[in-house]
C-alpha cells in the first residue's frame, strides 16, 4: 500500500495544473467582458466623393456610426447597410428619418474596407459612406 504522502506528491502536479488552467480561464472570461462592456467609438461619416474614403477606424472596437443625411429626401425610414470590400453584408436595419442625422452600431469587424449605404424604402440607393478598419501598429 502507498503511503498517504507519496499519493499527495503524484497529485500535486495534476492540481497545480487544474489551477493554472483555472485561472487562464478566469483572465481570459474577465478580459472578453472588458472588452464587450467598452462602449463603442463614435464615428461621424459623411458621404464620400472626389477624395475618396478617408475615415479610418482602429481594429478591435464596436463602431457607433453617425450618418449625415442632410439633403435626402424624406420617405418615413430609410434602410442602412454596412458591407465589406467583397460585398459580405455585415449589418442591415431600418433608421427613421426624422432626424437630419442616422446612428447605427456595427460590431467589431475584421481589418478592411467597409462601405455603409442608405436607401429609400424602393431600394434606391440615396447616400454611400465608407470607412476602414486599420491593423494595430
Same mark, same amino acid.
Given at each position: ?62 463602431? %457607433? ?9 424624406? *420617405? $418615413?425610414? @430609410?434602410? &442602412?447597410? !454596412?458591407?465589406?470590400? #467583397? =460585398? ?11 432626424? %437630419? ?9 475584421? *481589418? $478592411?474596407? @467597409?462601405? &455603409?449605404? !442608405?436607401?429609400?424604402? #424602393? =431600394? ?14
Amino acid at each position: 500500500m502507498e503511503s498517504s504522502s507519496r499519493a499527495a506528491a503524484r497529485a500535486l502536479p495534476v492540481l497545480i495544473g487544474a489551477a493554472l488552467l483555472a485561472l487562464v480561464a478566469v483572465v481570459v472570461f474577465q478580459g472578453k467582458r472588458v472588452l464587450e462592456a467598452s462602449p463603442p467609438l463614435a464615428v461621424d461619416l459623411h458621404a464620400f466623393g472626389d477624395k475618396g474614403i478617408e475615415t479610418q477606424v482602429p481594429l478591435g472596437v464596436a463602431l %457607433l456610426l453617425h450618418l449625415d443625411l442632410a439633403g435626402l429626401p424624406v *420617405p $418615413g425610414s @430609410y434602410a &442602412v447597410e !454596412v458591407d465589406d470590400a #467583397s =460585398g459580405v453584408q455585415v449589418l442591415q436595419e431600418g433608421v427613421g428619418a426624422q432626424e %437630419l442625422q442616422a446612428t447605427v452600431k456595427v460590431p467589431s469587424v475584421p *481589418p $478592411g474596407l @467597409y462601405f &455603409v449605404r !442608405v436607401t429609400a424604402p #424602393s =431600394g434606391e440607393l440615396l447616400r454611400e459612406y465608407g470607412f476602414r478598419v486599420m491593423h494595430h501598429h
